[in-house]
């Protein structure tokens, strides 16, 4: 074998090595990662995740239902530098006082700047178990446990004297969680009856498409808030759960129905199908495994941009008291504290769970537009 | 034309009834509504009074009839115009919305308004300077917009002028003038106050619409006869208005009637509580909170109202518009 020919063929062979890794999804991953916004979303997501709906109990310097004295405390801030200047590394948070106004004759507690209390990290705290179950009493982050009038609310206390931000740790728990769980029945819904319509076509196509149309004329939001509001008040707070979390589906399926319906239609007639039809393969056989597949790419994109929505859907039933109740803690429990003015007025840091929910909405945004990109890889 | 417009009608007529019984059974869902407590109420007292208001309640509204007889009560009664009777205000549904719905109907229009005022000539310079560092700005404020859900901003706006700016956002008049009758005042007043919910509601709508806008125009600047128009010689202004924007807002109109003002109308309820507006949206969540089921199913009906009204509106208006569309 001469020279030449040694080269083309390892050139020949490192071609084809390249063509085999580039699978579709291989393509997909490639052109995401260079997007940075999307990028960016899915790590802020995997924090959020990881931070609220796993170890919530870990993050959280308190438990959810640990209630002070101290009643809707301003937050105590994080501090580097006292009021004289000297500059420690370890922050610190200064203490609370109680004041009486005599003029609302209302209890405040202000904050107190003689009294200084560092922070330590993996301190002994409060017993909380762990996704219900691992128990610890490690915080991520505390005051000196030994000393009881060392407290930590860096984002204030709520009307029962409890942290606000361990709360909305754990609201964050529900409410990411109410958004990924009524995706997935969403899906599930959407995606099933999407494709039986377009496979079938004919009276049921007529009837589930008829049905989509019925749905698309309500209002979205109003018709969601009476859907809720129809769910008893007496029911126990997991059932109002799982009530809330389908009536967002049921509400927003149609659209989702329609696209598949549509991609099962033009994929019906593929070559594939025929030859699977031909094979003996059954209907649902069909469906399952040639169809849906075929339309997920485009399903993912919708599913991931329509998590946002649910969450603030979720956010604004609870927040004007038709979704969940206290004692469940959702980001739009946690904003019903804030629904008045004298709230507002008064104890303004109970807004602070609004950046948070913005955050997660805006990394699921950024997180599904660019895979919106990269899942139609052969484009520029 | 004629024969499609009567089909349209048709179809939205029958669409409503569907939609109006369906509301009707979601609000008569939940068990303990206000009526049963007010008739468990009036029972409790006893007297004579009290029974015949209970039996003119239980002939009015078909209480001992079946579900059909209930609705069918219901439904005749609305389209003459008697919605019921709000039994937490103890006053007609009709009375109470009619002071509220038309303040709700302007609100829509000027958030709608602001909708267009923004959103199109931001599009219109998005897509005729394609790539420039004002495109990106516009493209990423139009990103950040889709995401922010008005009544949270609604929430945010309410603390930066309590807190920080000791205003008073609340409402949409002032003191003086919430019981006076109407006068040039009195509209002046109202638009001082109108245009903070406007712009909150208007937020979300802005955003879509300059992506909308954008890209339409963009693919319309591409066509042969922009380049036949630059040919002629008429100037880059007339090119861009007169013949590209006219072609590439048509979409707009469509979704104008469909999308945009229902949207708003049924969207701004939630802003509309937070600032505690005097139109629909508080009544609505109250009458739910409060299982005040006459009054949230008129509120209902009349959203679905809108928005069929709308969808038929936006046909009519796209014929009109747009000369080669045949309506068949």
């Not at chain 2, 439904?75 to 019921?84: M, P, R």
């Amino acid at each position: 074998m001469s020279e030449a020919e040694k080269t083309t063929g390892i050139v020949q062979e490192e071609n084809e090595k390249e063509q085999i890794s580039q699978s579709y999804w291989a393509l997909v991953w490639w052109k995401f990662k260079k997007n940075r916004t999307a990028v960016v979303g899915g790590v802020m997501l995997a924090v959020f995740y990881i931070v609220c709906v796993f170890f919530a109990e870990f993050f959280a310097p308190y438990s959810k239902k640990l209630e002070s004295e101290f009643i809707e405390a301003h937050p105590t801030g994080l501090h580097w530098r006292d009021e004289e200047g000297n500059f420690s590394l370890r922050p610190f948070v200064y203490g609370l006082e109680k004041k009486v106004d005599t003029a609302t004759r209302k209890r405040t507690f202000e904050i107190d700047t003689t009294k200084k209390y560092p922070i330590y990290f993996f301190v002994k705290g409060e017993e909380v178990k762990i996704l219900g179950f691992i128990p610890t009493r490690i915080h991520l982050f505390g005051t000196d446990p030994d000393d009881p009038d060392a407290r930590i609310f860096i984002m204030g206390t709520d009307k029962l004297g409890r942290d606000l931000f361990s709360r909305i740790l754990y609201g964050g728990r529900i409410s990411m969680f109410i958004g990924l769980f009524s995706v997935v029945v969403f899906l599930g819904i959407g995606v099933s009856l999407g494709a039986i319509s377009g496979y079938y076509g004919g009276a049921t196509d007529v009837v589930i498409m008829r049905i989509t149309e019925f749905l698309s004329a309500f209002p979205q939001e109003p018709l969601f808030l009476a859907l809720g509001a129809a769910v008893p008040i007496t029911w126990p707070s997991a059932q109002v759960f799982f009530m809330v979390t389908i009536l967002l589906a049921i509400v927003q399926w149609g659209g989702l129905a329609r696209q598949v319906r549509g991609l099962v239609l033009a994929g019906r007639e593929e070559q594939y199908v025929l030859a699977a039809q031909s094979f003996g393969a059954s209907d649902r056989r069909i469906i399952s495994k040639h169809l849906i597949p075929a339309t997920m790419s485009h399903v993912i994109v919708i599913a991931t941009l329509k998590i946002p929505g649910m969450i603030l859907l979720e956010t604004a039933l609870s927040y004007f008291g038709l979704g969940l109740v206290p004692p469940t803690v959702s980001w739009g429990t946690l904003l019903q504290d804030a629904n008045n003015i004298r709230a507002i007025r008064f104890a303004p840091h109970l807004l602070f769970t609004v950046p948070f929910i913005l955050l997660a909405i805006l990394s699921y945004n950024m997180l599904g537009d660019g895979l919106r990109d990269a899942m139609d890889p052969y484009s520029k | 034309m004629l024969s499609f417009l009567v089909r349209r009608i048709f179809y939205a007529i029958i669409m409503l009834v569907v939609v109006s019984f369906v509301s009707f059974i979601i609000i008569t869902l939940p068990p303990g509504d206000f009526m049963t407590q007010k008739i468990a109420e009036l029972q409790a007292r006893g007297d004579k009074s009290a029974e015949l208001r209970i039996d003119e309640y239980r002939e009015r509204y078909g209480l001992d009839q079946p579900l059909m007889t209930q609705y069918w009560l219901w439904a005749s009664n609305f389209i003459k115009g008697d919605f019921g009777l709000s039994f937490e205000y103890d006053q007609p549904v009709a009375t109470l919305l009619k002071q509220r719905f038309p303040l709700s109907v302007t609100l829509a229009l000027a958030t709608t308004a602001f909708t267009w005022a923004l959103a199109i000539p931001i599009g219109v310079f998005s897509a005729v300077k394609q790539y420039s560092l004002g495109d990106q700005i516009a493209t990423t404020i139009s990103f950040l917009g889709i995401g922010i859900p008005p009544f949270l901003l609604a929430l945010v706006v309410l603390y930066v002028a309590v807190v920080k700016l000791d205003q008073d956002v609340v409402g949409l008049f002032s003191r003086e003038f919430v019981d006076a009758s109407w006068s040039l005042a009195k509209v002046w007043d109202l638009l001082k106050h109108l245009w903070v919910p406007a712009l909150i509601g208007a937020i979300t709508g802005t955003a879509g619409t300059i992506r909308i806008m954008r890209g339409n125009l963009l693919d319309t600047l591409g066509q042969p006869f922009i380049e036949a128009a630059r040919a002629r010689g008429l100037k880059n202004r007339t090119v861009i208005w007169r013949h590209a924007v006219r072609m590439a807002i048509n979409p707009l109109i469509v979704i104008l009637g469909t999308e945009t003002f229902p949207g708003i109308l049924a969207g701004n309820i939630l802003v509309e509580v937070v600032l505690s507006l005097p139109t629909m949206g508080p009544l609505y969540i109250e009458a739910l909170l409060t299982q005040d089921m006459y009054m949230a199913g008129t509120v209902l009906v009349f959203l679905v109202m809108m928005l069929l009204i709308g969808s038929v509106l936006a046909d009519i208006a796209l014929a009109w518009v747009d000369p080669r569309i045949r309506l068949e």
